[in-house]
């Protein structure tokens, strides 16, 4: 059992005129898990990843009261993380599904937010890349959102985006579409028993392409060698009852499909180092999930929530460059044998994993021939208390 505090922000709003503003901290473990996934933050002499850690959105902007309204901001904002909100107050489950937890939690960039009409708003992005604070490959990311509810029950929500997002291959794109669609299908507030209902379902694909890789492969010739797939293919279904005024259940899951394992995110601590010598080219992964939670809500700003979760790993093979490696399926949860250290402390230091001399045995430890312990499912009781005001 492990006792934290996932995420303290707190923040506001400013507005002069047509200046707008806004300033959000972030404090507990979620300044290290989302820092730790921008490879870029090493780049150049400055530590970005203290630099903006304790930031969540920092962006200054300025208002036209042109059709519905128009905005234009620049810093660091929010990104559309699939169906799941950056707070989880605002989401219906409290572990996000595979395709929302490997989507960006934020861009940092200028922001474009045109608002045609009342039922619809186009945004506009140019970034540093995907969830990066800094930029690889000298080459800004690009995208655009689309939000669409025509009536109060149902809502279109489609984001794509394109970059060159991988150290070390300036010649490879990135490609990825995000599309959820959402509907209240019930609503009865006088029922004593179910009072709301909806649905929601989310698909993503993406590829990336060049240098060495392609969205699906292609077979070797006589001429030419053949490319691995470097693609993502995921979907997420949700359903979510209100029971009565202050209680509602909510059941769902989805899988992931991404060979390349270009946005899987890897495991903490020593297993890291494992799991990154594992990624790349010719790798596979392959998962599926599932929850279920119930809340209870006995005022607006205060939810209790018990929720199940069980994580699968269908298949994840390493390779290295394109060959697969037999034998280093190592897993990917962490296991009761835990993934930091023999001790428990990630500062214990000496340790490094080494090649056990065959190019097709995995890494071999050298702390006496322990590793972390992966392994290919997980199955949690998440109890959450949340609070917003």
């Known amino acids: 059992m492990n006792y934290n505090c996932l995420f303290l922000g707190f923040g506001g709003d400013i507005h002069v005129d047509n200046v707008r503003g806004r300033i959000m901290m972030q404090f507990g473990t979620r300044s290290t898990i989302v820092p730790r996934n921008d490879g870029s933050s090493y780049k150049g002499q400055y530590d970005l990843q203290t630099i903006y850690r ?11 009261d042109k059709w519905h309204g128009i905005n234009l901001d620049a810093g660091i904002f929010m990104s559309y993380i699939g169906l799941f909100s950056y707070n989880n107050f605002e989401n219906w489950g409290y572990q996000p599904s595979y395709t929302s937890d490997n989507t960006p939690w934020f861009f940092n960039g200028l922001r474009l937010q045109t608002f045609p009409t009342d039922k619809l708003k186009v945004e506009f992005w140019l970034i540093n890349g995907w969830q990066s ?23 279109y929500v489609c984001n794509n985006y394109y970059g060159k997002d991988d150290e070390g291959a300036p010649g490879r794109y990135r490609f990825h579409s995000d599309d959820s669609y959402q509907l209240r299908y019930y609503s009865n507030s006088s029922s004593k028993f179910i009072t709301k209902a909806a649905f929601s379902l989310t698909g993503d694909l993406g590829f990336e392409n060049g240098d060495g890789v392609s969205p699906f492969g292609t077979k070797s010739t006589a001429t030419k060698a053949g490319l691995p797939a470097q693609n993502f293919i995921s979907g997420m279904v949700y359903n979510r009852l209100w029971l009565g005024k202050q209680f509602a259940w909510t059941i769902g899951g989805g899988a992931m499909h991404n060979p390349g394992q270009y946005l899987v995110l890897a495991p903490t601590g020593y297993a890291d180092t494992l799991f990154q010598s594992q990624t790349g080219v010719g790798s596979t992964f392959d998962a599926w999930d599932f929850s279920t939670s119930i809340d209870y809500m006995p005022k607006t700003n205060v939810t209790l929530k018990v929720e199940f979760v069980h994580r699968q790993i269908i298949d994840e093979t390493a390779a290295i460059g394109s060959t697969p490696l037999p034998g280093a399926d190592a897993g990917y949860f962490a296991g009761k044998g835990g993934v930091t250290s023999p001790t428990g402390y990630a500062n214990t230091g000496g340790y490094t994993y080494t090649s056990s001399g065959a190019s097709v045995a995995p890494p071999l430890s050298s702390w006496g021939g322990w590793m972390p312990d992966l392994v290919k499912a997980e199955s949690r009781i998440v109890v959450a208390m949340m609070l917003r005001f």
Not at 54 to 64: F, L, N, R, V
Not at 133 to 150: A, E, L, Q, T, W
């Open 133 to 155: 604070y800094g930029m690889f490959n000298k080459s800004p990311g690009v995208g655009i959102s689309i939000y669409y509810r025509p009536k109060e029950t149902v809502d």
């Open 54 to 64: 304790y930031i969540s959105e920092a962006y200054g902007g300025y208002h036209w």
